[in-house]
């Protein structure tokens, strides 16, 4: 079984959609697998979206440009409004429906480990749980337990998709390294807690695409630019373009 694999990585995700335009008429995934935006993606992608669908609505999310500030409440509140961001993946979720096997990654914030939800069990919960940062954004209280950002002890959910039965995998990888020091500082400490480590098998067969470099500054990966998202969906685009037609030789196709 091949599956597609998408990363976390906020805003850098309108890469992962360039990409994807290149890549649809070539790999035909059996199951998709993503954490925090790559969950968003994959559900769109696994729910039939069109590749220009997708990019025309990661071009119009004017809606999250700014977050307003605001006061956390409480120890699993965040200091930004994100009721429109919640608002775009809960409309999301209800236009697309899984056409192929899918699920995406969140984090038990409290037992610190992550956990898989399969496509029919996914509400548009999970997916805003799957995107919620630690300290920036609300956390996510479902079936009274604590979510948090899928990618936060595993920007690539690799691991969860050998773990779902795949044995060939194309990653599509916003996050070549973790932007800023204080993100770097967040996630060791997040790992070095953590009694969970994700690990493929050697045996899996991986084509990894990502940027050569990260895509922008911290602040990029949180507020919604339309230059940014227009650079990066043409730069997901070219890096796909390059590989394309290695995917089917490498995988055993045709």
């Not at 993606?41 to 609505?57: F, H, S, V, Y």
């Not at 805003?128 to 337990?145: K, M, N, P």
């Not at 050998?162 to 967040?186: H, R, S």
Request: one cysteine or more; hydrophobic letters at 45%.
């Amino acid at each position: 079984m091949n599956a597609l694999v998408l990363s976390a990585g906020g805003m850098f995700g309108a890469y992962q959609v360039g990409a994807w335009k290149s890549l649809a008429d070539v790999f035909k995934p059996d199951l998709i697998v993503g954490a925090s935006i790559g969950a968003v993606n994959g559900w769109a992608i696994a729910g039939g979206c069109a590749p220009d669908e997708l990019i025309e609505r990661w071009l119009n999310m004017e809606a999250v440009k700014n977050y307003r500030w605001k006061f956390p409440t409480g120890p699993f509140k965040g200091v930004l409004d994100t009721g429109q961001l919640q608002r775009l993946i809960c409309d999301m979720h209800q236009r697309y429906q899984p056409r192929v096997e899918y699920a995406l990654v969140m984090t038990d914030l409290v037992k610190l480990r992550p956990r898989i939800v399969r496509g029919p069990e996914v509400a548009w919960q999970h997916l805003v749980a799957s995107t919620a940062i630690v300290g920036l954004f609300d956390q996510v209280r479902i079936d009274g337990r604590i979510y948090s950002d899928g990618g936060e002890l595993s920007a690539v959910p690799l691991w969860a998709a050998a773990e779902l039965g795949a044995t060939e995998a194309l990653v599509i990888d916003v996050l070549p390294q973790i932007p800023g020091l204080v993100a770097k500082t967040f996630v060791g400490a997040m790992k070095l807690l953590s009694p969970f480590r994700g690990v493929a098998p050697a045996s899996m067969k991986v084509i990894r695409l990502a940027p050569p470099k990260l895509l922008g500054a911290p602040l990029d990966a949180i507020y919604w630019k339309r230059s940014n998202v227009e650079r990066w969906i043409r730069a997901g685009e070219q890096d796909a373009d390059a590989i394309k037609h290695s995917i089917p030789i490498c995988f055993g196709g045709e």
